[in-house]
T-cell receptor, first 113, second 108 residues
Framework: DAGVTQSPTHLIKTRGQQVTLRCSPI?????VSWYQQVLGQGPQFIFQ???????GRGNFPDRFSARQFPNYSSELNVNALLLGDSALYLC????????????FGPGTRLTVT | GQNIDQPTEMTATEGAIVQINCTYQ??????LFWYQQHAGEAPTFLSY????GLEEKGRFSSFLSRSKGYSYLLLKELQMKDSASYLC?????????FGTGTKLQVIP
């Protein structure tokens, strides 16, 4: 079975631009969470989506938004990129929003110049 | 809010036992995770503790004491491949809060 997949693997953007990151959960998983991981730090929670609805939000500005599609895949959008947005963006899927076991994808490495 | 503290780095010898501690302050949580993350890779799930006590899973064991705000991950019979970062995280209020992680280096 395929694990969590994310695209693209790497991305380079300029300050002020917008970016869309994509995530496909494990088949049968209905919950997707997004995390930002800056080098040398632990992942920081951004959003959780379950059944296409936002179920949790971390302390990130409104420049960050996300959505989940009927097939449970998800997109993370970041507007007006800042240098500090450079990080590894991780997607994790779980069976539902009550399941504690999350499976992480390989991540998207975003570099903002 | 939640605050999680872990040692930044640890070094241990191949074949030995190492204990990685995690202390936390929180107004409440459902459970505590431990994840392993090799450099450049995504975190992988190791354990999830809800109740106080020790849970053993092969070479890895995890302990939780809610009253003391304390957890540890115990790695036995260390192998070189265990060199990685180990992340402690609290799950609750529909989000997961990670610590900064402990980078473990296993030496021959």
């Amino acid at each position: 079975d395929a694990g969590v997949t994310q695209s693209p693997t790497h991305l380079i953007k300029t300050r002020g631009q917008q970016v869309t990151l994509r995530c496909s959960p494990i088949s049968g998983h209905k919950s997707v969470s997004w995390y930002q991981q800056v080098l040398g730090q632990g992942p920081q929670f951004i959003f959780q989506y379950y059944e296409k609805e936002e179920r949790g939000r971390g302390n990130f500005p409104d420049r960050f938004s996300a959505r989940q599609f009927p097939n449970y895949s998800s997109e993370l959008n970041v507007n007006a990129l800042l240098l500090g947005d450079s990080a590894l963006y991780l997607c994790a899927s779980s069976v539902d929003n009550l399941s504690y076991e999350q499976y992480f994808g390989p991540g998207t490495r975003l570099t903002v110049t | 809010g939640q605050n999680i503290d872990q040692p930044t780095e640890m070094t241990a010898t191949e074949g030995a036992i190492v204990q990685i501690n995690c202390t936390y302050q929180t107004s409440g949580f459902n459970g505590l995770f431990w994840y392993q993350q090799h450099a450049g890779e995504a975190p992988t799930f190791l354990s999830y503790n809800v109740l106080d006590g020790l849970e053993e899973k092969g070479r890895f064991s995890s302990f939780l004491s809610r009253s003391k705000g304390y957890s540890y991950l115990l790695l036995k019979e260390l192998q070189m491949k265990d060199s990685a970062s180990y992340l402690c995280a609290l799950e609750g209020y529909q989000k997961v809060t990670f610590g900064t992680g402990t980078k473990l280096q296993v030496i021959p």
